[in-house]
């Protein structure tokens, strides 16, 4: 069974630093993987996705997710962090049966 | 073009009691699917809908849940009786079927069962 393991349950950063979200998926091939965003009182929002070709995916809002399949890793990165980028981030993978598996999620809190 | 709304945003009741909540997918998209978040754990996913079949309801939890699609447009997702365990937010996503990997979603629906 496929799953997705989020291991960094709140991050705080300061606005303007960098920001990488850390994902490990286990699946027994490459699986389709997305990141979301989920904004206070919004639906969750597709940041971008991967499922072939280059291994760095580039998404909305600045961000870019980097697939590594020795380390079954789809981290999501921001060179530089805005205040409206405060939300909870999940990491999801696919095995292209459109059932989508999630992780626990990854709440970000950014400082001034 | 609207996005997948639910209704009610949130819901509580008394456990044995009954809930019906709603998603509506954006128009065209044959793909529905209801997930849940319960709180502290992942978003897992219920089941998922093509037109008004059920494609996929393997993450049904129990009976007492049941989910309809009539007409292949919006859709039902009703629990009967209500029981504690069943709290949570409730999504609801559709998707095309060509590009059926973006998936939007709705704002959810927060159930809480006392």
């Known amino acids: 069974a496929q799953s997705v393991t989020q291991p960094d349950i709140h991050i705080t950063v300061s606005e303007g630093a960098s920001l990488e979200l850390r994902c490990n998926y286990s699946?027994?091939?490459?699986?389709?993987l997305f990141w979301y965003v989920q904004s206070p009182g919004q639906g969750l929002q597709l940041l971008l996705k991967y499922f072939s070709g280059d291994t760095l995916v580039q998404g909305i809002k600045g961000f870019e997710a980097e697939f590594k399949r020795s380390q079954s890793s789809f981290n999501l990165r921001k060179p530089s962090v805005h205040w409206s980028d405060a939300a909870e981030y999940f990491c999801a993978c696919s095995g292209g049966y459109q059932k989508v598996t999630f992780g626990i999620g990854t709440k970000l809190q950014v400082i001034p | 073009e609207a996005g997948v709304t639910q209704f009610p945003s949130h819901s509580v009741i008394e456990k044995g009691q009954t809930v019906t909540l709603r998603c509506d997918p954006i128009s065209g998209h044959d793909n529905l699917y209801w997930y849940r978040r319960v709180m502290g754990k992942e978003i897992k996913f219920l089941l998922h809908?093509?037109?008004?079949?059920?494609?996929?309801e393997s993450g049904m939890p129990n009976n007492r849940f049941l989910a309809e699609r009539t007409g292949g447009t919006y859709s039902t997702l009703k629990v009967q009786p209500a029981e504690l365990e069943d709290s949570g937010v409730y999504f609801c996503a559709s998707s095309q079927d060509r590009g059926w990997e973006t998936q939007y979603f709705g704002p959810g629906t927060r159930l809480l069962v006392l």
């Open positions: 809908f093509v037109k008004e079949s059920k494609q996929d």
């Open positions: 699946y027994g091939a490459t699986p389709y």
